[in-house]
Structures are given as C-alpha cells and as structure tokens.
C-alpha cells in the first residue's frame, strides 16, 4: 500500500492536515450507534454519540467551532454528569470492544474538550466518600 493511502498516520500542524485532507466539519463520518450494543441507562446518549463523538481530532475541534455555543453548553450540561456511568461500562471490556464502545469512547475525548472551554456547565456530582 502506498504511504499516500495511509495519511491517518501523517504527522504535521492542524491546519495543514486539515487543508491536505479535507478534516472540516462539513466532512466529518456519519456515526451510527447501534443501541442494542449500549446499556439501557446510557442510550439517552446515543443522539450525542452520533453527533459529538467525531474520531478524528481535527475534524471534531472544527465542527465544535462551527456550532452554536448553547449547543456545545448543552452537550457538555447533559454528557458531563454521566462520564463516570460511561467509564464504569468501557472499563467492563476487556479484549473485545464493541464499536459502541469506541464511539462513546470518543464522545468522553469530546466531552473533555469541550468541558475546557465550559467548566461552568459541570454540576459537581456528591462523591460516595462525602
């Protein structure tokens, strides 16, 4: 296979990449979660996963850039208290993961920066240890 086929392993600044390849928002994957690969309690996420849980870092950080504020405020108010119930089901594969689970796995990568530019959102969740 040609190195030209195999640009996800390219290094270089953002804005290059983005302009060689095309990573914009208005390209990003359609994402598809199948709900019978989710646990009952998270699949009121799954309309975030397939809108937020964009694997490539380039082409997420300009589709968060491209949307309204209140909506990326929105996503993190609702995803932000759930990471903890997110994580605990991820940590329950060990080998085999199934596709759901790495698109919730992106959808925490994406919670966590946009989480940075809205700490404000975040309710502060009682520990057990309180």
């Known amino acids: 296979m040609p190195d030209d086929d195999r640009h996800e392993f390219d290094v270089g600044p953002g804005d290059e990449m983005q302009r060689k390849y095309g990573w914009y928002a208005e390209n990003r994957p359609d994402i598809h979660v199948e709900p019978d690969q989710v646990p009952e309690p998270l699949r009121d996420l799954i309309p975030y996963v397939e809108r937020w849980a964009i694997p490539c870092d380039v082409t997420r950080g300009d589709y968060f850039?491209?949307?309204?504020?209140?909506?990326?405020?929105?996503?993190?108010?609702?995803?932000?208290?759930?990471?903890?119930?997110?994580?605990?089901w991820l940590d329950t594969?060990?080998?085999?993961?199934?596709?759901?689970?790495?698109?919730?796995?992106?959808?925490?990568?994406?919670?966590?920066?946009?989480?940075?530019?809205?700490?404000?959102?975040?309710?502060?969740?009682?520990?057990?240890?309180?």
Do not use: H
């Open 65 to 88: 850039e491209k949307q309204p504020e209140a909506d990326v405020r929105e996503f993190v108010r609702v995803v932000a208290p759930r990471d903890g119930e997110i994580n605990a």
């Open 93 to 130: 594969f060990k080998t085999q993961w199934p596709q759901a689970g790495f698109q919730f796995m992106y959808l925490l990568k994406a919670l966590g920066e946009a989480a940075c530019d809205y700490p404000d959102e975040i309710e502060e969740v009682p520990s057990d240890d309180a």
